[in-house]
């Protein structure tokens, strides 16, 4: 026998988001860089892409948030971010990573260069990882990520105005 649905039943049972039960992408802020715009794109929650192709390709870095279990840390992000790449791939070498901090915030850093599914193009990333803060209690974390895209040959003058953005990246 279905429950009647009195105003009541309805409310002992509704679900507000964002709220303490199920909660939203904490919020932030960042500047976007000089000469740069924002745009949009599936799966993304921000997309900072230069305004026009540079030699036929769009420059752009993609900000995508995930909730991730709690016993995930930067080694393992960093893993599972980089076996995912590899298998897109069959030619990805690294180029360095590092550990920085932006005021209180502490993010992976690491550089990838493969041959692009389109084309044949050497192309080149720089992959930001971080967390947002945690509370006590929980199951899970806000796992964010920033991945700058461009041909090889450009990632030198594409990378200043991405850490530039990274640094004014900040949890409110």
């Known amino acids: 026998m279905a429950e009647q649905l009195t105003p ?8 507000v988001q964002p709220s303490d039960m199920l909660t939203a992408v904490p919020p932030f802020v960042f500047a976007v ?3 740069w715009t924002l745009d949009e794109a599936p799966g993304a929650l921000a997309v900072v892409r230069l305004p026009q192709e540079v030699d ?3 420059v752009n870095a ?9 016993s995930v840390d930067f080694k393992v992000a960093a893993q599972i971010t980089w ?8 030619d990805l070498t690294e180029r360095g990573e590092k550990l920085m901090r932006f ?18 193009r050497k192309l080149a990333q720089l992959q930001a990882l971080w967390f947002a803060p945690v509370t006590e209690g929980g199951k899970v974390v806000d796992f964010f990520q920033l991945v700058l895209t461009c041909p090889v040959e450009h ?5 200043p105005p991405i850490m ?3 640094s004014t990246f900040r949890f409110v």
């Not at 990838?112 to 084309?119: D, I, Q, R, S, W």
Request: charged share 20%.
């Open 8 to 15: 009541l039943a309805v409310l002992n049972r509704l679900v």
């Open 33 to 35: 860089p000089n000469g």
């Open 56 to 58: 036929g390709f769009w």
């Open 62 to 70: 993609m900000l995508t948030h995930d909730k991730v279990a709690r």
């Open 83 to 90: 076996s995912k790449l590899q298998r897109t791939t069959t």
């Open 103 to 120: 005021g209180d915030l502490p993010v992976y850093i690491r550089g990838a260069e493969f041959t692009g599914p389109k084309g044949g």
């Open 155 to 159: 990632m030198a003058a594409c990378t």
């Open 164 to 166: 530039e953005m990274l």
